[in-house]
């Protein structure tokens, strides 16, 4: 949502556009000495390295950027497309930093400043604040190159690793803009190819803006460009202050949606998605927060599992098609990524760096984020497990601290799915951290797979359907009373003997004690039920009592709802909210702990499986051996 937008002007880009081309062509720069020579040793194409310490030297370099890049591909006197890419993107980013550092300046005293520099040399604190101001604006001129060069370059190779920081000079923006330019020569100097050449140039602009962020705290007067929204429309380029944005630009989301009434079975899974989709939409842009966060309710994380074939998949297709279709009628952008095994790298933190980035490009403040982590047994592994790749491990510590760890803010933005057939082989403090179950089981009852025949047959036949009504039980109020009083009593075996103990000795709980005499059996029957589940266990709960169905109508336009306040939006669902009863807790209790003790008895009946294989193949041996020891053919 463009509130507060600054559009930068092509007008404003243009009057730069000299001296852009300047700085890409030729300019001399004021370099740290790190000891390396500028001859290349003969037939080597290395540089001489000097042992004598010469860190305080400074020496001057002429930096021609675009010789270096028509230099990729020698021999061939005409630009590649990458290689007039890069020269194109690098001139435009200076005029479009140059720009942005005009806007800084008119937002504050530092314009004025320079009128009455130029008229006379100011002293005192007002040359105190002009150099402070400058400095300033030399910062966001290297931040704004940086990200433009981040999120116009594409790139699909593997991230590079020893790209080094520029040396930032911050005296003027021109200066700032030298420095990430000479960086950027070095850093693409001798690529073997345009593949590399791009990646190189990408990895520069994500080490610079870490060099910048970690600078952020040495600059005064930053405070008028952290809230701006800028935007230039021709080149689909968006800055939000200092939120970084994803590595490339945002393409139309291209995904197969399903509706709802598409999907057979999975009735509480299907309900409650559709759920999260109009509790996302509630976010205020404004406030940067959503009213499900205070009022209690909101689904931050959430793990589908089931069998496969079940509908997992469908049910992502579904949720991510249903806030597509409200992000669009709201006019706000929508962001949806999965995280698969293709991001698990050979390269050393590698994985846990595209991890992070997955995380961050979803929590974006500035739009409606979800974001799905499928076959997550596959992409994060128990740390116990010690035949699961580095990667994998860290894929497991990005997404614990990720999702609850101390530096976790939940705005009310986005959501993260984490599916899988086999939940039991996800880490328990992971599994955990997910904040609601989603039980993907797919068809179960003689009419749901009457349903799911009819719908997928179609109708290109002349059979007669029988006396059946179709999609009646489908009906979602219905089937998802049917489905919670399903959980009145417990699904699984292990659960199902604590609660008849427990009834046992103290009949049908009626009191907040008996509820946590009940929790207290089943954390005595299962050790992993901790602290943690309790806490996603009365989620859980808080999100019954706000079990409101926010009216289609609010999302048919914009001004209904979404467009709405944030103290206008939490007043309206609050006159929803209804008090959670008895029943609530002990259906929420059940589901919570059902899918404890199955993902237990799973991983149990898996270890059971082994060692029986396992003493098997040992007998199986035993035999063979006496076998060739009475042939006279056992020389062991």
């Given at each position: 949502m463009d509130t507060g937008l600054t559009t930068i002007g092509e007008k404003d880009i243009e009057k730069h556009r000299a001296t852009a081309q300047s700085l890409v062509t030729r300019f001399v720069v004021l370099q740290a000495d790190g000891g390396r020579s500028g001859t290349e040793l003969a037939g080597t194409g290395r540089r001489f390295v000097s042992t004598v310490s010469t860190g305080a030297l400074r020496r001057t370099r002429e930096v021609e950027l675009a010789k270096t890049i028509a230099a990729i591909r020698q021999g061939d006197p005409m630009l590649s497309i990458p290689q007039h890419t890069l020269l194109?993107?690098?001139?435009?980013?200076?005029?479009?930093?140059?720009?942005?550092?005009?806007?800084?300046?008119?937002?504050?005293?530092?314009?004025?400043?320079?009128?009455?520099?130029?008229?006379?040399?100011?002293?005192?604190?007002?040359?105190?604040?002009?150099?402070?101001?400058?400095q300033a604006s030399a910062y966001v001129a290297a931040f704004t190159l940086s990200s433009y060069l981040l999120q116009m370059l594409d790139a699909d190779s593997e991230p590079v690793n020893d790209t080094d920081e520029p040396d930032?000079?911050?005296?003027?923006?021109?200066?700032?803009?030298?420095?990430?330019?000479?960086?950027?020569?070095?850093?693409?100097?001798?690529?073997?190819?345009?593949?590399?050449?791009?990646?190189?140039?990408?990895?520069?602009?994500?080490?610079?803006?870490?060099?910048?962020?970690?600078?952020?705290?040495?600059?005064?007067?930053?405070?008028?460009?952290?809230?701006?929204?800028?935007?230039?429309?021709?080149?689909?380029?968006?800055?939000?202050?200092?939120?970084?944005?994803?590595?490339?630009?945002?393409?139309?989301?291209?995904?197969?949606?399903?509706?709802?009434?598409?999907?057979?079975g999975n009735h509480i899974a299907k309900y409650q998605a559709m759920k999260l989709a109009k509790m996302l939409m509630a976010y205020d842009f404004d406030r940067q927060l959503n009213p499900f966060v205070e009022l209690g309710g909101f689904l931050f994380t959430f793990i589908g599992d089931g069998a496969p074939g079940?509908?997992?998949?469908?049910?992502?297709?579904?949720?991510?098609?249903?806030?597509?279709?409200?992000?669009?009628?709201?006019?706000?952008?929508?962001?949806?990524?999965?995280?698969?095994?293709?991001?698990?790298?050979?390269?050393?933190?590698?994985?846990?760096?595209?991890?992070?980035?997955?995380?961050?490009?979803?929590?974006?403040?500035?739009?409606?984020?979800?974001?799905?982590?499928?076959?997550?047994?596959?992409?994060?592994?128990?740390?116990?497990?010690?035949?699961?790749?580095?990667?994998?491990?860290?894929?497991?510590?990005?997404?614990?601290?990720?999702?609850?760890?101390?530096?976790?803010?939940?705005?009310?933005?986005?959501?993260?799915?984490?599916?899988?057939?086999?939940?039991?082989?996800?880490?328990?403090?992971?599994?955990?951290?997910?904040?609601?179950?989603?039980?993907?089981?797919?068809?179960?009852?003689?009419?749901?797979?009457?349903?799911?025949?009819?719908?997928?047959?179609?109708?290109?036949?002349s059979i007669p359907l029988g006396e059946h009504e179709p999609f009646a039980t489908q009906e979602i109020k219905r089937a998802v009373e049917t489905a919670?009083?399903?959980?009145?009593?417990?699904?699984?075996?292990?659960?199902?003997?604590?609660?008849?103990?427990?009834?046992?000795?103290?009949?049908?709980?009626?009191?907040?004690?008996d509820i946590g005499a009940y929790l207290h059996e089943i954390k005595l029957a299962e050790p992993r039920f901790t602290g943690r589940a309790i806490k996603n266990i009365t989620d859980a709960i808080k999100m019954r009592a706000m079990d409101i169905e926010l009216p289609d109508e609010w999302f048919e336009t914009p001004d209904a709802f979404m467009r709405k306040s944030y103290d206008e939006k939490k007043a309206m669902i609050a006159e929803l909210r209804r008090p959670f009863t008895m029943d609530m807790v002990m259906q929420e209790i059940n589901r919570y702990a059902d899918s404890?003790?199955?993902?237990?008895?799973?991983?149990?009946?898996?270890?059971?499986?082994?060692?029986?294989?396992?003493?098997?193949?040992?007998?199986?041996?035993?035999?063979?051996?006496?076998?060739?020891?009475?042939?006279?053919?056992?020389?062991?």
């Open positions: 194109f993107r690098a001139r435009r980013g200076v005029a479009v930093a140059l720009a942005v550092a005009d806007v800084f300046a008119r937002s504050t005293e530092l314009e004025s400043l320079q009128e009455r520099n130029a008229r006379s040399p100011l002293e005192g604190a007002a040359a105190q604040s002009y150099h402070a101001l400058l930032f000079q911050f005296d003027t923006p021109q200066d700032a803009l030298k420095s990430v330019l000479a960086a950027l020569d070095g850093a693409i100097s001798g690529a073997a190819d345009d593949t590399a050449m791009t990646a190189r140039a990408r990895a520069l602009a994500r080490v610079a803006i870490e060099g910048l962020l970690q600078r952020r705290s040495r600059f005064t007067g930053l405070g008028a460009f952290e809230d701006t929204h800028m935007r230039l429309e021709a080149d689909d380029f968006t800055l939000d202050g200092f939120d970084v944005a994803p590595g490339s630009r945002r393409k139309p989301l291209v995904m197969t949606f399903k509706k709802p009434n598409e999907i057979i079940t509908g997992k998949t469908i049910l992502i297709q579904m949720t991510a098609g249903l806030l597509n279709d409200y992000c669009q009628v709201a006019g706000v952008p929508f962001h949806y990524e999965n995280f698969g095994v293709d991001q698990i790298s050979s390269y050393q933190g590698k994985s846990g760096q595209n991890c992070k980035q997955f995380v961050e490009n979803v929590l974006s403040p500035r739009a409606i984020g979800f974001g799905t982590i499928d076959d997550i047994d596959q992409v994060a592994a128990k740390r116990s497990d010690d035949r699961a790749s580095a990667g994998q491990q860290e894929v497991t510590g990005v997404l614990m601290e990720s999702f609850a760890g101390a530096g976790t803010v939940v705005r009310g933005n986005c959501s993260f799915g984490m599916f899988s057939n086999y939940p039991e082989n996800v880490d328990d403090a992971l599994r955990q951290r997910a904040g609601a179950r989603w039980l993907v089981d797919g068809p179960q009852t003689f009419e749901d797979y009457v349903d799911i025949f009819v719908l997928l047959a179609g109708k290109n036949h919670y009083e399903a959980h009145s009593r417990p699904q699984e075996e292990g659960l199902a003997k604590v609660y008849e103990r427990f009834l046992n000795e103290r009949g049908e709980p009626k009191t907040l004690t404890e003790f199955r993902y237990s008895d799973r991983s149990d009946d898996a270890a059971v499986s082994t060692i029986i294989r396992d003493q098997r193949l040992r007998e199986r041996a035993l035999r063979e051996i006496e076998d060739m020891k009475a042939r006279g053919v056992w020389d062991g």
